[in-house]
């Protein structure tokens, strides 16, 4: 079944300890991206990456890493998490054509609280 | 700075009603705008529109895109209380392949 799979999907931490989100996916899509969602400021972009070893900001990268070394997975690495990073993270992907990025396949979020 | 308005951010109608949604953009070097519909998980895709005047249609919903003025509608006819969900629209900056959400429109369809 193509999909995009996150872990974990509920975490809650503490300040400053260091975690990883990670995102897998079995499509062969060249495009992954990361996105966080907070009430009333809709999705917005972290990091995306257009291939292996390509990645690129979003609108909200600070406070935050990836790296893309294999083609399926796309890990989002806290450093040190604050609480302002409290928030449901989702991880997509999608094939890239000439007209641009096409369906994006979602994961199905993880929900993170840093005390 | 690239930015995506959605209006309105919110609307309540009754089954059966017609709801038009609309999506203003201004991005450096447009390529596409692309529709989600997010329920209580995560967005699942409506439509891709790249080019002005051309409808996309899917069932009850349907969507155009007019990059002279800027902004893109999603319509949906009939509605069914299995519409209620917030409607996201994204667009694509060319040349970065970075997407810009609006905040959505969360639309709900009372029995």
């Known amino acids: 079944e193509a999909q995009v799979t996150q872990n974990p999907r509920y975490l809650i931490t503490v300040t400053g300890k260091k975690l990883t989100v990670t995102c897998s996916q079995n499509m062969n899509h060249e495009y992954m991206s990361w996105y966080r969602q907070d009430p009333g400021l809709g999705l917005r972009q972290i990091y995306y990456s257009m291939n292996v070893e390509v990645t690129d900001k979003g609108d909200v990268p600070e406070g935050y890493k990836v790296s893309r070394k294999e083609k399926r997975n796309f890990p989002l690495i806290l450093e040190s998490p604050s609480p302002n990073q409290t928030s449901l993270y989702f991880c997509?992907?999608?094939?890239?054509?000439?007209?641009?990025?096409?369906?994006?396949?979602f994961g199905p979020g993880t929900r993170l609280t840093v005390l | 700075e690239d930015k995506v308005v959605q209006s309105p951010l919110s609307l309540v109608v009754h089954e059966g009603d017609t709801v038009t949604l609309n999506c203003s953009y201004e991005?450096?070097?447009?390529?596409?705008l692309l529709w989600y519909k997010q329920e209580k998980k995560a967005p699942t895709f409506l439509f891709m529109l790249t080019s002005s005047g051309i409808e996309k249609k899917s069932g009850r919903l349907s969507s155009i895109l007019d990059k002279k003025e800027l902004f893109s509608i999603l319509n949906i006819t009939a509605t069914q209380t299995g519409d209620s969900a917030v409607y996201l629209c994204a667009v694509e900056a060319g040349g970065s392949e970075k997407l810009v959400f609006g905040k959505g429109t969360k639309l709900t369809v009372n029995p």
């Open positions: 991005v450096t070097n447009f390529r596409s």
């Open positions: 997509a992907s999608s094939f890239v054509s000439f007209a641009g990025i096409n369906e994006q396949f």
